[in-house]
Nanobody, 123 residues
Framework: QVQLVESGGGLVQAGGSLRLSCAAS????????MGWFRQAPGKEREFVAA????????RYADSVKGRFTISRDNAGNTMNLQMNSLKPEDTAVYYC????????????????WGQGTQVTVSS
């Protein structure tokens, strides 16, 4: 029903910036709560950020607060994650995710996932 494709990953030095994008298929993008997750080698997948349907409310993991900014463009069926002041511990595969049923960004349980994009931060 929904396809998500991430882009923008790559290699960046510590302290640098990177912008991830997620392109969604279909015409119902605006009804989904959207978010980003990441998974580092040997680690469990963890929540990074979420944005509500209108884009007016956001939530972040403590580890990225003040450094990452999530946004969405419903007209363009896209979601973005601006990552600044990157640290080596940010290295992970980042996944775009969509939740078709959540009423709040505090209860994000994605049903759709992208393939992931690798972010590597060197020291």
């Amino acid at each position: 029903q929904v396809q998500l494709v991430e882009s923008g990953g790559g290699l960046v030095q510590a302290g640098g910036s990177l912008r991830l994008s997620c392109a969604a298929s279909g015409r119902t993008f605006s009804i989904y709560v959207m978010g980003w997750f990441r998974q580092a080698p040997g680690k469990e997948r963890e929540f990074v950020a979420a944005v509500n349907r209108s884009g007016g409310s956001t939530r972040y993991a403590d580890s990225v607060k003040g450094r990452f900014t999530i946004s969405r463009d419903n007209a363009g069926n896209t979601m973005n994650l601006q990552m600044n002041s990157l640290k080596p511990e940010d290295t992970a595969v980042y996944y775009c995710a969509a939740d078709p049923t959540s009423r709040s960004i505090t209860t994000l349980n994605p049903s759709y996932w992208g393939q992931g994009t690798q972010v590597t931060v060197s020291s």
